[in-house]
């Protein structure tokens, strides 16, 4: 009987299911991951600040027996598959979305950072961006994949995704549309380089009855027919600086806020953290609002482990932070940079005022 059962676990522990544990990740200094060219920035940058840490976490696919235990001891650090990726993609699809996110929260870090020092920056756009897929899409069976960009439909111009949805309205169904796009080309690393525009013939379908009116000006009905993708807003920036971030294998929008501060603290006078190790998570949109994430249990522990004094989350996020920390580090609540910044000047670090001054 002890040899039956023993048989079975060591079955169970060798059948995958489409469960992950989310587990600590690492909480990895900034500092060293970040390269400025184009303006001067302080020299003792790198050794007098110690800086800001971004933190992330790590997911496991679980086994029938690893499941098992989870569910009977309650778990709750887990997520299922079909969670993490939508019907209509794959996981290849979650991966280049992951490495997408995390593009958008370098843009918006920089952005935020240099207004933050007082550079005025415009938006210019690129195009519609495609962030996810239907079940049976058109535009993915034509050859469309996550990241791409549409900058044009039938020879008109695309700048922006409502640009795109208008093109598409009055098509009738089982039509075939010429899409210029520009297809992202995404490194084992998550680097994303776009390619010259090429044209895609993609035949349009039916629009389903569940599918709502879009938001986008000047369009109250419902589109005739639809290529099956969901697309966002393409933008660039003429930023003062050529900044790299190397977060090769990182994925996801949680850096954002991490990426922000440690630009700042990068580009100005003095030291923004006064000298303390300062984990952060958190997304960060254009106008400087911070944003929750997953796993903040876990991001929690690693930043303990890295030996951070402040762990600086989503406001929303912050009563569970500090259930998690027991008392082992300082948590912030954070609901936008400028009150972020306040905050490290209460704790002691300085105010951002720039290496460099803007030009205008």
């Given at each position: ?8 676990l060591?079955?169970?522990n060798?059948v ?5 544990e ?7 200094p ?18 007098k ?15 029938a027996?690893?499941?098992?235990w989870?569910?009977?001891?309650g ?16 996981f ?9 996110d995390m ?12 207004r ?19 079940v ?41 549309v ?23 013939k ?5 629009t ?28 660039s ?34 030291s923004?953290?006064?000298?303390k ?22 991001k ?6 890295a ?27 954070a ?16 105010p ?9």
């Amino acid at each position: 009987m002890i040899t039956v059962i023993a048989l079975m676990l060591f079955g169970l522990n060798r059948v995958h299911v489409s469960t992950y544990e989310i587990l600590p990740g690492q909480a990895s200094p900034l500092s060293p991951m970040i390269k400025v060219s184009g303006v001067p920035t302080d020299p003792q940058a790198t050794t007098k600040k110690s800086g800001f840490m971004m933190v992330d976490v790590a997911l496991r696919q679980m086994t029938a027996l690893s499941q098992f235990w989870a569910q009977v001891r309650g778990a709750t650090n887990t997520v299922l598959l079909s969670d993490l990726v939508s019907k209509g993609s794959s996981f290849a699809d979650f991966d280049r979305q992951s490495y997408l996110d995390m593009q958008n929260s370098k843009d918006n870090a920089e952005l935020n950072a240099f207004r933050a020092l007082g550079w005025s920056l415009t938006p210019q756009p690129t195009g519609a961006v495609t962030t996810d897929f239907t079940v049976g899409s058109a535009a993915r069976k034509a050859g469309l994949r996550i990241a791409d960009r549409i900058v044009s439909i039938n020879g008109s111009p695309i700048a922006n995704s409502c640009d795109a949805i208008a093109a598409l309205h009055d098509v009738a169904p089982a039509s075939t549309v010429q899409v210029g796009i520009e297809k992202a080309k995404v490194s084992d690393a998550g680097v994303i380089t776009y390619a010259e525009p090429t044209m895609l013939k993609i035949s349009t379908k039916k629009t389903p009855r569940d599918v709502a009116v879009s938001d986008c000006p000047g369009i109250t009905t419902i589109a005739k027919s639809w290529i099956g993708v969901s697309l966002s807003d393409g933008v660039s920036y003429n930023f003062p600086a050529t900044i790299t971030i190397n977060t090769q294998y990182i994925g996801g929008p949680s850096a954002g806020l991490a990426m922000t501060l440690a630009l700042i603290d990068r580009l100005s006078e003095g030291s923004l953290s006064g000298g303390k190790k300062v984990a952060v998570t958190g997304e960060i949109a254009t106008n400087g609002t911070v944003g929750d994430i997953g796993g903040i249990e876990q991001k929690t522990a690693a930043a303990i482990t890295a030996g951070a004094a402040i762990f600086i989350v989503p406001a929303n996020q912050a009563y569970q932070a500090r259930a998690a920390a027991h008392g082992k580090l300082a948590v912030i609540g954070a609901t936008k940079l400028a009150q972020v910044l306040r905050e490290l000047r209460r704790l002691g670090g300085q105010p951002p005022v720039p290496y460099t001054k803007p030009n205008f």
